[in-house]
């Protein structure tokens, strides 16, 4: 099998990189990435000289550097690339337009012209908005995105079940709840937090603390995308999580456990514009006919996840020179 993953320089696209040439050392993967902030080759160091792995430097909305690679032949598209910060999508709106919905558009155009056998768009349980106190998201929730993020990622399932609808493509949409684990770049909840408890910083917690995310160790991700892409029905959408629900403050505090930091390192700051207050999602789907069992829970997960980033101190220290600090500058300056 031939696979086109998008975006797998990126924290779920590069552990699912991993993922696949360990299982099927047999398929052929070609990692498609534009190389942004997000993008790490270092995270694919090991398999770069494995014969059946090629990297490839270009945009997902750049139809000719793309069309070359459908034409040499592809079976299956995996799409992880997006712009997928929702702090940074309240900055700027418009890349996140750029990548997430006309990305998505010039893939669905190439594998309906070159009738690839799968294309699996991996989307968000953001795209469904908020939920109160009790309920879980289902397939059938319907979309109501919050955040410039959530409306583009939203945007491109739309396009994707169109695709099938409209031409026939034989499409999957899996819409996971947040992951968390190796590779995670430290813009996110847990790695910057781990990173910031290192380093004796404050540790910057949104409103209240209170705002609850259903938590699935990458690696799950990995195998549901896996049985999604052998075996999903063709325009059927998946859910994935692992009922772990936790708020923020929890998450937190099990860092500054696990590291023996205090407490006192929390600072509360402005709530996130447009903060949805909890997700949680209903995987009965993908476990009923698909037979997924996620192996990881999550306080072994993130016990798991800390030592990672212990192991991998260079790793941190390369990811967040340059760039990244000026962004976190501009985040929390005024918080
Ligand atoms: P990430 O930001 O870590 O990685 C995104 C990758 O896409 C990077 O390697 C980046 O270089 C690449 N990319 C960005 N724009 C591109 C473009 N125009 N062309 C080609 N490549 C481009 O993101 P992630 O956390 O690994 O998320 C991967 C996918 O999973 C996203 O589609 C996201 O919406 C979805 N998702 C993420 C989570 C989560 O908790 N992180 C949960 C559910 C779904």
């Given amino acids: 099998m031939k696979l086109l993953i998008t975006g797998g320089a990126g924290f779920i696209g590069s552990n699912f990189v991993l993922y696949m040439i360990n299982k099927y050392p047999d398929y052929h993967i070609i990692n498609v990435d534009a190389l942004t902030y997000a993008g790490n080759l270092e995270n694919l160091r090991s398999i770069e000289q494995h014969p059946n792995y ?162 699935l160790y990458v690696e799950d991700h990995c195998s549901a995308i896996d049985l999604v892409l052998h075996k999903g029905r063709n325009g059927e959408v998946y859910n994935v999580g692992g009922n772990n629900e936790r708020d923020n403050l929890h998450v937190v505090k099990t860092i500054l456990q696990e590291l023996s930091k205090p407490e006192s390192l929390i600072t509360y700051v402005q709530d996130r514009l447009g903060h949805d207050r909890r997700y949680a999602i209903d995987a009965d789907k993908i476990r009923k006919e698909l037979g997924w069992q996620p192996q990881f829970a999550y306080e072994s997960g993130i016990k798991a996840t800390i030592q990672w980033y212990l192991n991998n101190k260079e790793w941190m220290e390369q990811v967040v020179s340059g760039s990244y600090q000026q962004y976190y500058d501009t985040q929390y300056k005024d918080r």
């Avoid at 947040?178 to 949104?206: C, R, S, T, W």
């Fill in 54 to 215: 090629t990297f490839v430097k270009a945009d997902i909305t750049d139809k000719s550097a793309l069309e070359p690679l459908f034409a040499a032949g592809i079976d299956a598209v995996l799409n992880f690339a997006a712009e997928s910060h929702v702090d940074r999508s309240i900055l700027h709106p418009e890349i996140f337009v750029q990548t997430n919905i006309l990305g998505t558009q010039t893939l669905l155009d190439l594998s309906k012209q070159y009738q690839i056998s799968k294309f699996v768009q991996v989307s968000t349980d953001e795209v469904y908005g908020t939920l109160g106190a009790t309920g879980l998201f289902t397939e059938e929730t319907p979309l109501a995105p919050n955040s410039p993020y959530s409306a583009s990622k939203a945007g491109a399932d739309l396009l994707v079940r169109a695709y099938h609808e409209t031409f026939g493509l034989p499409v999957n949409i899996t819409r996971c709840s947040n992951n968390y684990g190796p590779y995670q770049f430290p813009e996110k909840l847990i790695p910057l937090m781990i990173q910031n408890a290192l380093q004796d910083k404050q540790l910057p917690v949104y409103g209240d603390g209170l705002n609850v995310r259903d938590w």
